[in-house]
């Protein structure tokens, strides 16, 4: 238990605890994307209740892709003012942030048939049924470029790191994915070409940044379906990543909501756990690379994770949906009360209004207030 909150490291930076709030959209930023008082508050009231690390609400790179309404936005540098103030009052408490950047592609429903969509070949997102554009080259640069200048805007807004959104269909998914990933060129076909766009993200993105600079990548164990990613290909995929520098490895799934149906199904030879979904597939690879593995996905139990903190090598414990019900956990479970989160795992968060919980009443009115 006492591990949880002991210090740690995701290369140059230091944490003082094992918790990490995992990337949440919000739909609480502005229309283009900019910070609002609400948002303000949410973070500042997860600094004040103890999380050792919090992930940002994904920030889109470009002006022209918006996946989601009322997501955060990093395609230019007048965000920087407003980010500076987000990150010192985030540090007032002694936690940390880093922004997550995405480009969301097909997986999205918002505003279709008003913008171009991109993506690595014209197959449609197996959810939304989106299409989007195959990619040109220069087209790929773009994104590539973007991706790098967005980092480094978080970097001069204060952000301890950042996280790249490689996972959950998303673009950089999509890349990597035999299925979703048809092309022929020296993006596409074989593995080694399937990681190129991010293996090119990762590196425009470092010689900006520069060497000391955290940088995280999140991506998906596996697809879950014939013809998807593999977890085997995935865990190549973490051994190139820490090869080329990256700091650390965040190991989700991809099957929002529907994991706690899926509990005690194995794929890939893994099987998913009520209490951390997805910690069978963050435990091997932990085992496999000498960078730090965070885990996110069902975990409400304080005691359940500290078994899974004793017994694996996965390094951080990332949660989001507990949080919205009570951003003060981490600090009621390291102040002595550990009966498990309120969180009931129902999925009813994402309102119209904002992402906030519905059945915590006592939250609903906080967040109202705010």
Known sequence: MSKLFTPTRIGSLTLKNRFVRSATWENMATEDGHMTDKLYGIYRELAEGGVGLIATGYANIVADEKPNAGMMGMYDDSFIPEYKKLTDLVHQHDSKIMMQLAYGGTKT???????????????????????????????????????????????????????????????????????????????????????????????????????????????????????????????????????????????????????????????????????????????????????????????????????????????????SRPLLSEPNLIKRWEEGDRSPALCETCSKCRTKRGNFCVVNKERKAQIAAL
Not at 201 to 230: H, S, Y
């Open 109 to 319: 429903t918002y505003n279709l048939g008003e913008r171009v969509i991109f993506a690595p070949s014209e197959v449609a997102e197996r959810g939304t049924q989106t299409l989007g554009k195959a990619m040109t080259i220069d087209e790929i640069a773009y994104i590539v470029e973007a991706f790098a200048k967005a980092s480094l805007r978080a970097k001069e807004s204060g952000f301890d790191g950042i996280e790249i959104h490689a996972a959950h269909t998303y673009l950089i998914n999509q890349f990597l994915s035999p299925y979703y990933n048809q092309r022929t060129d020296e993006y596409g076909g074989s593995f080694e070409n399937r990681m190129r766009f991010l293996l090119e993200i990762f590196e425009a993105t470092r010689k900006l940044v520069g060497v000391d600079f955290p940088i995280l990548i999140k991506l998906t164990a596996t697809e879950f379906f014939e013809g998807g990613l593999t977890f085997g290909e995935t865990r190549k995929i973490c051994k190139k990543l820490e090869q080329v520098g990256a700091d650390a490895l965040i190991i989700s799934g991809n099957i929002h909501g529907k994991a706690i149906d899926m509990v005690g199904e194995s794929f890939d030879g893994y099987m998913l756990e009520k209490e951390g979904f997805f910690h069978q597939y963050g435990d091997v690879i932990s085992r496999e690379v000498n960078i730090p593995v965070i885990t996110v996905g069902g975990l409400t139990d304080i005691e359940a994770i500290g078994q899974i903190a004793e017994n694996t090598s996965i390094e951080c414990f990332a949660l």
